[in-house]
């Protein structure tokens, strides 16, 4: 009798593992709609910055091996070639003329700022009862009313507006260009003496003037500290770094004295503070159940030469409509959901994150508002193709001035005073990445196509654009 009892009590603690395994197993699947996310989103820093899109300057050994443990998206588009307008496209799935932030970037004197109507990623997560947080560069209203706390983020902790901006005015500010950048540089104590950027949490000011040097750290600090505190709970991080926007710092513990190295210094720091954030998320067992994507804003401020960044082989950089000023690299990683070692070559933007993350969390958008994105979680997650087809591309100013339709890219610049011509360029981009062939004057009836397909586009846009926040 007591050997059966053993027997059947050995069966019974056997069929109970069982159990305890197959729940685990149907918990995990189920938890997988609450995929966790951290989006990292670097400033001005170009194609060719990073060591998996071919610089062979800089040493970025986290990102890469983002891109080698995950999925390397090579035609990933930003709604603009600079800093306010691109963040609005980001969090709201919208081109930035649909929500009225498309006229260039926002300053310390400005009015305006990201209507707290919009639907943001933020929004999105925080109504799956997601915290979130939002750790660095806002750029879209330093109003407290259109700060991050009003556009779904649980916690704020970063800079208002771009570094080489002063509180209140935006005046007294030192000499610019590369040079002025070169003196800066050689004197770490700048960011104390020459800016008053200032750094706010939640609404009020806390710093002033911010201590640029450990800015990026600090956010990361920020972000480690959420991601603990929320390990047990699902999660949306937001980490849009001020950096290597111009005035480039870093700690004094990581600084190379020689300017002509600042810049792959910014870099190196950044993908060392990329590379915390992974780590914490691989020690808490979060890796296997959190999307981490690392992008920027927009291309490389080619003027600042040493202090700006590379566009790779594409043409020019930030604040215009080539492929440079654009087309962003961009590394998404989630070791149990997104196929390592791949890279997707089709068409994707930051506008396509927010129907993309939605489709992944198993939760539709609201109708009430409608975006431009679209949904390719099935090339985020490598099981399908892109569904988008056309791209169009504004100026820094807000104008139309071109698309891309499958291969063709077609722009229509106009001039800059009365002698001269509207100058319209064809371009393929599949087998002239660099912009440096003119196809117009071959393929006029491509050119005709295109130019009626944006200015349809562009028209129901703004038929149906919606108000910023204006201060009254």
Not at 41 to 68: H, R, V, W
Not at 377 to 403: K, Q, V
């Amino acid at each position: 009798m007591e050997t059966y009892w053993a027997d059947e009590s050995k069966g019974m603690k056997s069929l109970i593992f069982s159990f305890a395994i197959f729940f685990q197993v149907v918990n995990l699947h189920a938890d997988k709609s609450k995929v966790n996310v951290v989006l990292i989103f670097a400033d001005d820093q170009g194609y060719g910055d990073l060591g998996c899109f071919g610089s062979e300057k800089i040493n970025t050994p986290n990102i890469d091996l983002m891109a080698k443990e995950g999925r390397k998206f090579t035609s990933f588009m930003v709604a603009s070639p600079v800093c306010t307008p691109s963040r609005a496209a980001l969090l709201t799935g919208c081109y930035p003329k649909r929500i009225g932030m498309h006229q260039h970037v926002l300053f310390p004197s400005s009015n305006k700022g990201l209507n707290p109507s919009e639907y943001t990623i933020a929004d999105h997560f925080k109504s799956l009862g997601y915290a979130t947080a939002c750790y660095g560069k806002w750029h879209l209203g330093h109003h407290p009313e259109t700060l991050p706390r009003q556009n779904g983020f649980d916690h704020y902790f970063g800079i208002p507006y771009s570094n080489d901006m002063n509180h209140p005015d935006n005046k007294g500010k030192p000499r610019g260009g590369h040079g002025g950048m070169d003196i800066l540089w050689e004197d770490p104590e700048s960011t104390l003496t020459k800016w008053r950027t200032p750094l706010i949490e939640n609404e009020k000011i806390v710093e002033l003037p911010v201590d640029q040097r450990t800015i990026t750290r600090r956010c990361t600090d920020r972000a480690i500290s959420f991601i603990t505190k929320n390990k047990d709970n699902p999660f949306f991080v937001y980490v849009p770094h001020s950096m290597p926007h111009i005035p480039l710092y870093v700690p004094d513990d990581v600084r190379d004295p020689n300017p002509l190295n600042a810049y792959t210094c910014v870099i190196e720091h950044i993908d060392f503070e990329v590379g915390r954030i992974l780590k914490t998320l691989k020690d808490l067992k979060l890796d296997e159940n959190t999307i981490v994507i690392y992008t920027t804003d927009n291309g490389p401020w080619l003027s600042f030469k040493h202090h700006g960044g590379s566009a790779g082989s594409l043409r020019d950089g930030k604040g215009t409509t080539f492929e440079g000023g654009q087309r962003v690299p961009c590394v998404m990683w989630a070791p149990s959901l997104i196929p390592a070692g791949t890279e997707c070559h089709e068409l994707m933007g930051t506008i396509d994150l927010l129907p993309s993350l939605a489709a992944i969390t198993k939760k539709s958008l609201p109708q009430n508002q409608k975006i431009d994105g679209l949904d390719a979680s099935s090339l985020i997650l490598g099981t399908g193709e892109s569904p988008r087809n056309e791209f169009l591309y504004y100026t820094s100013r807000g104008d139309l001035e071109g698309i891309r339709s499958g291969n063709w890219k077609l722009l229509r610049k106009k001039p800059r005073n009365k002698n001269q011509k509207e100058m319209i360029m064809l371009f393929d981009l599949i087998n002239d990445l660099g912009e440096q062939e003119n196809l117009a004057m071959q393929q006029p009836a491509i050119v005709a196509r295109l130019s009626n397909r944006m200015t349809d586009i562009d028209q129901e846009i703004e038929v149906n654009s919606r108000q910023p926040w204006i201060k009254k």
